[in-house]
């Protein structure tokens, strides 16, 4: 075995991040990350807060109903809509790729496009309902 | 022949399989609360009380948010240990991910089966 050193300085190193052109998957993947970070920091406390305004009383319930009515909720369901939706379907890929299903790269490609069209759409007709 | 010298902590495939499974049962769940929605769409506060009356739903709902926290702390602390290098703050954002995912669990309890 060599040692990693040796071989690590011979590789060409593109660590400049505007140069790098991600493939499809590659961005299906880093907003799998980024929407699951935001989920963590954004979407946990919230729907928290959320479940126990809806279910503590007729008043808190009512309350709740009116803060969600105002254009800033609004907008921050829409984007934690997205997050949701676009972790949801990625995910589902990430499971039907474990099963070996569709891992040959024209596929691959072809459903890590759906996945992101679909989670845009999907969060254009939340959008739209909720608006 | 190769001899391969495995090291870690063989905690990868045990989160592998529970990243997995928690993110499957999560999706059932939404189904189910998707589908009281798409029903109720314009559901009181009675149809909701009505709803979270029953300790199936109840249940339901915890089995989703264990899942959740379960599945957070395993992605989170991919993302520390990939993105966060020096030890002493990965540690400390790490302690803090455990604390706040332990609060929401209670958190969570307490507002299923409140008194």
Known sequence: ?131 | MVKRIVVGAHYGLRDWLMQRVTAVVMLLATLVFAAFFLTHPSAQFEDWQWFFSYQAVRVLALLFFLSLYLHAWVGVRDILMDYIQPVGVRLTLQVATIVALVSYALWTVSILWRG
Do not use: N
């Open chain 1, 1 to 131: 075995m060599s040692t990693p050193s040796a071989v690590a300085k011979k590789r060409p190193k593109h660590l400049d991040l505007p140069k790098i052109r991600l493939p499809i998957p590659g961005v299906v993947s880093i907003l799998h990350r980024i929407s699951g970070t935001v989920m963590f920091l954004v979407l946990i406390p919230v729907l928290l807060r959320c479940l126990d305004s809806s279910l503590a009383s007729q008043e808190s319930f009512e309350d709740l109903r009116f803060q969600l009515g105002s254009w800033v909720a609004k907008l921050v369901v829409i984007g934690l809509s997205w997050a949701f939706i676009h972790h949801f379907l990625a995910g589902i890929r990430y499971l039907l790729l474990d099963l070996h299903i569709g891992i040959d790269l024209p596929t691959t490609r072809f459903w890590s496009k759906v996945v992101l069209v679909a989670g845009m759409l999907l969060t254009l007709l939340v959008a739209v309902a909720i608006w």
